[in-house]
């Protein structure tokens, strides 16, 4: 198939960027969207120009660093999928594409399409960890973990970190992927310690990061390529509150 | 009132006070809709019961007492609520930095993209609806402690039942959202009381919003007329 693709360029952060129109003559089904991309670049950089920048790692949907904002849904059309995960066959020939970065203040272009998300790192460091000594690996069975409490914490345990929450959300707001790095721990017993203080820190950090206020549109939800669910958000805000409440610091 | 200060400072926490600041303001407009239903009741019903507020807590506290003390509650819960919003509102803006070329919004409810202007369509309607019916400074024909009469005088103009039905509607689209969204604000888990989240913000602001329409549309089709 053929089709036409308008993409956003931008040499650097402080650079001015614009969208340039590209031809993928050639394109097969069963191309996934970066493959695709690949197709365009050769062309591009026979002819003497500069590929169209966008990060990638593990190309099957499980380091979170391919993000993109396709026909402007975060990660393209198809649900629970990352953009390296989507295939050509999701389009049809002859269809016009607009690509463009996420879109936050705390996420700043590096070029083209690649933003810098160190952002969700500091909010990590802020308190998405458990202090324990290290050493020799524990007994795996030495503490028991409820089925249903287990599930939880894997289930928030699959983000990403890829960024199509704040992308998607209209407040450019990270709390899907706060939820998820205070909630992997928060349901299980080695995170019960922290948990207030956890929760306490790394929503001010959210917040000092310049990320916008949920307002429980959803639509990180409906993005998120490991379906990673807004109720999180909902445990995350009441372990905020009851560490306020309890006066505990929130730095 | 440090804890409330503290509070504050995160966006969860003005959250919060959005929230319980919007519980209030929901529980009076649900009240003062019951109220106003009263107007079918005849002209000494709704003018008693105007009556009855004035002299709610009374001889222990002065006329008006109640009254008073619910004003001021009321006000500063629009106040928090208003202020909190506008707060994240800009940082919200602020946060998105340069807009999307194509954006596909299918996924949020018409309800919850109009929360902020829905809300200053709100405020702008009470501070009119005040001017109207408590003041008597916008209307017509304004007679002291003639409620019924107030009332169905003032819904005889067409445009303003048409104004008070649109911010009606304004109101329980705002609910609908909001209703449903202060128990995440909250951090309510509890799933028995999550299912019910969707039905319970439905059925109180359809309910509003019916509650609310019969007074203008009763006066238009001539059912509430002057005795
Ligand atoms: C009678 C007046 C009002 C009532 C009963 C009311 C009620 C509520 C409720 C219950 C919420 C949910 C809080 C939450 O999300 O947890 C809410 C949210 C909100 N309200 Fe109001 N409100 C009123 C007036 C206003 C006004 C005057 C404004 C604007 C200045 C406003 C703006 C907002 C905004 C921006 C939200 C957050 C929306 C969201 O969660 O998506 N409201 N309101
Ligand atoms: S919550 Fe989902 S969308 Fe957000 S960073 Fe994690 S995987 Fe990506
Ligand atoms: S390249 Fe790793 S998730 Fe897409």
Redesign the interface.
Known sequence: MDLTL?V?RQETSSASGS?QTYKAAGVSDSMSFLDMLDLVNERITRDGGDPIAFEHDCREGICGSCGM?I???AHGPHKMTTACQLHMRSFSDGDEI?I?PW????FPVLKDLVVERAAFDRIIQAGGYISVRTGSAPDANAIAVPKPDADLAFDAAACIGCGACVA?C????AMLFTAAKAAHLSYVPQGQTERLGRA?AM??T??EE??????????CQ??CPKGIS??Y?????????KA??T?IS?G | MRQALTLYRSSVGKKALMAVSGILLAGFVLAHMLGNLKMFQGPEAMDGYAVFLKELGYPVLPEYGVLWIARIALLAAVGIHALAAFQLWQKSRAARGAAYRKEDSQVFSYASRTMRWGGVIILLFVVYHILHFTTGTVHSDFEYASVYRNVVIGFQSVPVSLFYLVAVGALALHLYHGLWSVFSTLGVQNPKVTRIRRPLAAGLSILLFVGYAAVPVGVMAGILTLP
């Not at chain 1, 445990?235 to 509150?241: A, F, I, Q």
């Open positions: 308008h956003w969208f904002v026909n402007g849904i607009w463009e879109r936050a203040k705390a998607a209209p407040n450019a707001s306490a929503v001010m959210h917040d310049g990320f916008g206020n949920c307002t429980n549109h959803g639509a409906e993005v807004v109720n958000i909902s445990r995350l805000n009441r372990d905020l509150l306020t409440l006066g929130v």
